[in-house]
């Protein structure tokens, strides 16, 4: 996911997160995953405040092969 950073520290990603969580429950799922930018604290602040943890994995940014983005996930 991505916000516009005019809508940044708004609550706008809590409020996408809180809708994924959401959905996923009403479709029966128990874990969610996903893949943050290792640079960006605000995003692995976000996703560590719903509950996000790193698995450990990490892999180049497919847009950018000198960045690292970072693998969590949660119980939903």
Do not use: D, K
Not at 22 to 46: D, N
Request: proline share 8%; hydrophobic share 45%; aromatic share 10%.
């Amino acid at each position: 996911m991505w916000v516009e950073p005019a809508w940044r520290r708004c609550g706008v990603g809590r409020a996408l997160l809180q809708e994924v969580f959401r959905w996923a429950r009403e479709h029966g799922m128990s874990r969610l995953g996903l893949w943050a930018p290792a640079h960006s604290p605000a995003a692995l602040a976000l996703y560590g405040q719903a509950g996000f943890r790193e698995t450990g994995n990490l892999r180049p940014l497919p847009t950018n092969p000198l960045l690292q983005i970072v693998e969590m996930e949660t119980q939903v």
